[in-house]
């Protein structure tokens, strides 16, 4: 691979920070500082860790970064939880949204099996 932007990981994260932005949208004004701060935050930590680590050089900090990006996918998921008991996201919303984080946290963890083999 030439780039970071192959990695279909890499690109199912950031279609996933985009769907986020757009049902933050919804969120009320009010938690434009809290809540949807929060949320933009940590969807968009997950495919700039990604990138980050592959632009280090090093497998070791690779895998470090590619570990901040699973945490961060972790943070999300909370974050979203959080806005569905608030209301501000409907069942079927937030079961889409766990869906898309667990399979990109399984392709982080292969992605992160791989490179720890090495």
């Known amino acids: 691979m030439k780039s970071y932007k192959e990695l279909e990981v890499w690109q199912k994260s950031v279609n996933l920070a985009i769907e986020t932005y757009r049902m933050a949208k919804k969120f009320p004004n009010e938690e434009r500082f809290g ?13 700039a860790n990604i990138a980050e680590g592959w632009g280090r050089g090093s497998t070791k900090e ?15 998921e909370t974050h979203l939880i959080i806005a569905h008991q608030l209301d501000y996201l409907s069942k079927d919303e937030l ?24």
């Open 95 to 118: 079961e889409q949204l766990q869906k898309e984080i667990e399979n990109i946290g399984k392709m982080l963890n292969r992605l992160i099996q791989t490179l720890r083999a090495r």
């Open 62 to 76: 690779y895998i470090q970064f590619l570990l901040i990006a699973r945490g961060s996918l972790m943070e999300l």
């Open 35 to 47: 809540l949807i701060a929060q949320i933009q935050r940590a969807t968009t930590s997950v495919p």
